[in-house]
């Protein structure tokens, strides 16, 4: 008798905790509906910036490259084309890659452009399944003509951008093979200066 008065109180506990409990308001946001938000200065996913004519901003230096203590970015510069210029400097990013995966979020490729062309976006949303998904390439990361020149790196919006979307349509259409390959950086940086060159 003794140990069921001990369980129907235990019951009772338990039921007030919950009653207790739904008129609290409650701490969790139904993400992705609703997004947190979170300190100015986050780190997020990169972006290639334009000018405001269209122009790239990146010149194909490599010096983001060599900054990456992580060794996540491989650029491959090309001259730029007298008649149909893709950057306003001599050279451009023939090709420029980051491998998500590798990059710690530290900041210091957009510290080392000198051109403002790398930023790190607020954006965070970056989950898959595919490893070779995270290898963003010119492609992804590059702002779409249509949408603006990008976000200054000391005028990111304060939490979540208005303008997510972008990045996040595009990322659908990498190809994992591609991505696969890219992280053998030798054997695709030869291959692909050899057909620079040629
Ligand atoms: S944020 Fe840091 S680790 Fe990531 S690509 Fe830039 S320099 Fe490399
Ligand atoms: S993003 Fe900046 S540092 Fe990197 S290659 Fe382009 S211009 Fe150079």
Redesign the pocket.
């Given at each position: 008798m003794r140990k069921q008065l001990f369980n129907v109180g235990a019951i009772l506990q338990g039921l007030g905790i919950t009653f207790k409990y739904m008129f609290v308001k409650r701490p969790t946001i139904e993400y992705p509906s609703i997004k947190k938000q979170h300190a100015p200065r986050f780190?997020g996913l990169?972006e290639l910036r334009r000018y405001a004519d269209g122009k790239e901003r990146c010149i194909g230096c490599e010096l983001?490259s060599s900054?990456?203590?992580?060794n996540?970015?491989t650029v491959i510069g090309a001259e730029n084309a007298p008649d149909a210029r893709v950057s306003p400097g001599e050279r451009h990013a023939a090709s420029y890659e980051?491998d998500e995966l590798r990059?710690?979020?530290?900041?210091?490729?957009?510290e080392a452009c000198p051109t403002d062309a790398i930023v790190?976006t607020p954006r965070f949303e970056m989950a898959d399944y595919r490893r070779g998904a995270f290898v963003y390439s010119k492609d992804r990361l590059l702002v779409p003509t249509d949408a603006g020149v990008g976000t200054p790196p000391d005028e990111r919006p304060n939490g979540i951008p208005a303008d997510l979307g972008r990045v996040a349509e595009v990322k659908s259409t990498m190809s994992v093979d591609r991505g696969y390959s890219a992280t053998h950086r030798g054997e695709v940086l030869k291959t692909e200066r050899k057909g620079l060159a040629g």
């Open positions: 780190h990169h983001c900054a990456c203590p992580a996540a970015i980051i990059c710690i979020f530290c900041g210091l490729c957009e790190l």
